[in-house]
């Protein structure tokens, strides 16, 4: 039996880690969870598990009333307690954002193994992750869909032989859509992912392809490749999840319906695979087309920034990632434009100050130094 803690409870991988949690009741058992705002999502999760954690960003006194058997906990604190409770076996991240990075270092050095969805912690601080990793010896499981399939594809063969990552994108919701048209598409429009059902700011990202952008420099700290070793590739489809090309040319993918409870619980349970519930295998009763595109890098550019800046690293994938969430939540606010999301992402990494071999403070200033960056531009449009 694996203990769980779940920060992020409430969101798209939340609650399909709950989902995974609740049909296999003989592999895992919930410690504790964190949801952030959506108290109505969290009293569904409470009435379907027991656990003895609950954080939230704000204090639920009604919750508190209801089950005084569970420990109420808030905030950012909150979290670091539960990533440092001793009560528990794996981590499961699936917070969005630069708030998962400092739960995942505490859990890891509180010697926890970590599935992880928020892929922006390794964005922010892949260096410190991996030293983490390293210092107090646990595993890092990825959850992000390409990043699984990476990991699925590289079984059984020595890393040494690798020639090159091949990261699939669908493209998102914007893929059939000219530079002109993206003028002014709404955020409704935005929010319609042709392939994945997922959390607003990830479905803008992938329409933005900053999402892809992120997988690249994931993957480069995942699993230790070079930037110019890994190649993404445009798959509309979104069957095959990723693949890996070996030294012979030989190519390793992995295939499946788009559902993440497939690489949820392979994270969870690994190295073991267990039945999905619910769900259907991949039909090949009827014709199926894969489609293999090269990327756009015009039509693309914050794919190509992403390239860019996790190549130069040091602070600069963190500015470009604060910069990036403080636009996304701008548009989703209508404050700004589809198009200016990357205008200011591209701005605020150019106007930054590159720090080589910056401190984990200095990540954390990077942070918060790009989000008044972005806050400022948008002021001044007022
Ligand atoms: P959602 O927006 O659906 O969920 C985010 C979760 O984080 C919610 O539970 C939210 O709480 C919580 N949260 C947000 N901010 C805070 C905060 N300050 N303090 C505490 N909790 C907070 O996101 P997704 O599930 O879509 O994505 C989660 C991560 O997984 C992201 O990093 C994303 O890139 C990655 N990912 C997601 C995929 C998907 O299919 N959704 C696929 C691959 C990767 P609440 O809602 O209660 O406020
Ligand atoms: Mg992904």
């Not at 969290?42 to 009333?65: G, P």
């Not at 509309?236 to 409870?261: C, F, P, W």
Request: glycine share 6%; aromatic share 8%; net charge negative.
């Amino acid at each position: 039996m694996k203990k769980i803690m779940l920060l992020g409870a409430t969101g798209s991988i939340g609650t399909q880690t709950i989902d995974v949690i609740v049909n296999h009741p003989e592999l895992f058992e919930l410690t504790g969870l964190a949801a952030g705002k959506n108290i109505k999502v969290l009293e569904e999760i409470l009435a379907k598990v027991k656990v003895k954690y609950v954080c939230t960003t704000n204090r639920q006194e009604q919750l508190e009333l209801k089950y005084p058997e569970i420990v109420f906990l808030t905030g950012e604190e909150g979290l670091l307690e539960l990533a440092r409770n001793q009560d528990y076996d794996l981590l499961v991240n699936a917070l969005v954002g630069f708030v998962g990075l400092k739960p995942t270092l505490e859990a890891m050095a509180s010697n926890h193994d970590v599935a992880l969805a928020n892929k922006e912690t390794l964005v922010v601080a892949g260096e410190y992750i991996n030293a983490a990793k390293h210092e107090y010896e646990v595993e890092l499981f990825p959850i992000d869909s390409e990043h699984s399939a990476i990991f699925q594809a590289l079984r059984g063969n020595d890393p040494k032989t690798v020639r090159r990552l091949l990261i699939t994108a669908s493209g998102g919701s914007f893929r059939d859509k000219s530079r002109e048209e993206l003028e002014d598409v709404t955020l409704a429009d935005a929010l319609k992912h042709p392939n994945w059902a997922m959390g607003a700011k990830i479905t803008i990202d992938s329409a933005t392809m900053m999402n892809k952008g992120l997988e690249v420099i994931e993957a480069h700290w995942l699993f230790d490749v070079d930037y110019d070793d890994i190649e993404v590739v445009l798959h509309k489809q979104s069957i095959v999840h990723s693949m890996v090309e070996y030294q012979d040319y030989s190519i390793m993918a992995q295939l499946g319906n788009a559902d993440m409870r497939i690489p949820i619980q392979y994270a969870m349970h690994y190295p073991h695979r267990v039945p999905l519930k619910n769900s259907d295998p991949l039909d090949f009763s009827k014709t199926m087309n894969l489609t293999f595109e090269p990327i756009d890098f015009e039509r693309f550019p914050l794919l190509r920034l992403a390239f860019e800046t996790g190549k130069k690293g040091g602070n600069l994938p963190a500015v470009m990632n604060a910069a990036n969430e403080h636009a996304n939540q701008a548009f989703q606010d209508g404050k700004i434009g589809f198009l200016e999301i990357e205008e200011m992402v591209f701005s605020a990494v150019a106007a930054a100050n590159h720090i080589e071999k910056p401190t984990l403070d200095q990540l954390i200033e990077a942070d918060g130094w790009a989000r008044q960056f972005v806050a400022n531009l948008i002021e001044a449009k007022k």
